[in-house]
T-cell receptor, first 114, second 110 residues
Framework: DAGVIQSPRHEVTEMGQEVTLRCKPISGHNSLFWYRQTMMRGLELLIY????????DSGMPEDRFSAKMPNASFSTLKIQPSEPRDSAVYFC????????????FGQGTRLTVV | GENVEQHPSTLSVQEGDSAVIKCTYS??????FPWYKQELGKGPQLIIDIRSNVGEKKDQRIAVTLNKTAKHFSLHITETQPEDSAVYFCAAPFGYKLSFGAGTTVTVRA
């Protein structure tokens, strides 16, 4: 398996623009997580899907953030409109089960909002 | 939710010496404790994990110890090498979530 695949690897956008980050989890994994990593706040869980259903989105910072998982092999995280404080590295991770099994992380998307 | 504290935040060791990172957790129901290594420009990768039914686990130069009574667990890296330089994260589950420590930046000096 190629692991968790995220795209794009880098994204630079202007404030106010819409940004869409993409993730392909490992085949057979039923849990998918979106994390945000910053120097100030470390790794923050944004949203968790189980069997394509959003279970907990309490970590999504604002209504500007939304996530979807239309099928078991694809998820998106959208920011609309983007702001400079959204600049961070966004990771997608998947696992075979919930929090007590190994989570496999993608390479991340480095987002810069100018 | 689960509160995971990790110390130290930075650690510089001479090549060949040992490195120890410590974490404490708050939820006594936690039963799975992974350690992740993050290299520059990459996502975190699991390097070792331990479940609550054992007190210690080793994998070559790395080991993890768990003290459930005190609610802390530690990562030990022996005979450190330059490729061990990275950021290390501990984590503990809270329900379906993994709560991560703040990370330890390890630098191995040649």
């Amino acid at each position: 398996d190629a692991g968790v695949i995220q795209s794009p690897r880098h994204e630079v956008t202007e404030m106010g623009q819409e940004v869409t980050l993409r993730c392909k989890p490992i085949s057979g994994h039923n849990s998918l997580f979106w994390y945000r990593q910053t120097m100030m706040r470390g790794l923050e869980l944004l949203i968790y899907f189980n069997n394509n259903v959003p279970i907990d989105d309490s970590g999504m910072p604002e209504d500007r953030f939304s996530a979807k998982m239309p099928n078991a092999s694809f998820s998106t995280l959208k920011i609309q409109p983007s702001e400079p404080r959204d600049s961070a590295v966004y990771f997608c991770a998947s696992s075979r089960d919930r929090g007590n099994t190994e989570a496999f992380f993608g390479q991340g998307t480095r987002l810069t909002v100018v | 939710g689960e509160n995971v504290e990790q110390h130290p935040s930075t650690l510089s060791v001479q090549e060949g010496d040992s490195a120890v990172i410590k974490c404490t957790y708050s939820d006594s129901a936690s039963n799975y404790f992974p350690w992740y290594k993050q290299e520059l420009g990459k996502g975190p990768q699991l390097i070792i994990d331990i479940r609550s039914n054992v007190g210690e686990k080793k994998d070559q130069r790395i080991a993890v110890t768990l003290n459930k009574t005190a609610k802390h667990f530690s990562l030990h890296i022996t005979e450190t090498q330059p490729e061990d330089s990275a950021v290390y994260f501990c984590a503990a589950p809270f329900g379906y979530k993994l709560s991560f420590g703040a990370g330890t930046t390890v630098t191995v000096r040649a």
